[in-house]
């Protein structure tokens, strides 16, 4: 993108949101920031558990294409549920900010691990394996991520193999897409 490095200088010199409530979430700290936008460490008043808020920058909010994207991502991820693939909980906005809210995972990213030196074989292959798993759920369900990087696969303390960021994934033919509408009060 454009201006990716200024984006991320701005996101670093703003004000935090540490401490604000947004909506059901309180925000911690920041996470981490890139061109898309920041996530943002919060906790989730309602159920008590921690939760990653991905934001969307407030140069791409303006560009309602990528806000469309952003929601696309949303639905995209939320239609998946499988041990290996990040969870989504909630989507909203905050000062004509879109957000999602999902699944914290604590633990690294691969591209961080490998900053401590390369993999066994075993632990490799481990990753390998569960990466293929989340993949294959995703592929089954109809939807391919299609952005599989070293920063956007991440490793639990427990060694648990999580794809992240769904932004550029895409439905396939046979995809069974969300469907939102409006309720029809029927359970």
């Known amino acids: 993108f454009k201006g990716c490095a ?3 200088a701005e996101a670093s010199t703003e004000p935090t949101l ?3 409530q947004l909506g059901r979430y ?3 700290s920041r996470l981490g920031s890139g061109c898309i936008g920041e996530v943002l460490l919060a906790q989730d008043q309602e159920l008590g ?3 990653a808020l991905k934001f969307l920058s407030r140069e791409l909010a303006a560009d309602s294409d990528q806000a469309r994207r952003f929601s696309q991502e949303a639905r995209t991820a939320s239609a998946l549920s499988h041990s290996n693939l990040v969870t989504i909980f909630d989507i909203g906005a905050f000062e004509g900010r879109q957000f999602i809210a999902q699944e914290y995972i604590r633990g690294k990213t691969v591209r961080e691990a490998l900053g401590s030196g390369p993999f066994t074989v075993e632990a490799a292959t481990g990753i ?3 990466i293929v798993a989340g993949r294959g759920a995703a592929h089954a369900a109809g939807i391919v991520h299609r952005d599989i990087k070293p920063e956007n696969i991440m490793i639990r303390a427990d060694g648990t193999v999580k794809i992240v960021d769904f932004g550029i994934a895409r439905f396939t033919d046979h995809a069974v897409k969300p469907v939102h509408h409006a309720s029809t009060g029927l359970t």
Request: proline share 0%; aromatic share 6%; hydrophobic share 45%.
């Open 6 to 8: 200024r984006e991320i």
């Open 128 to 130: 390998a394996l569960q």
């Open 26 to 28: 309180l925000v911690k």
């Open 49 to 51: 558990r921690y939760v």
């Open 18 to 20: 540490a401490g604000r």
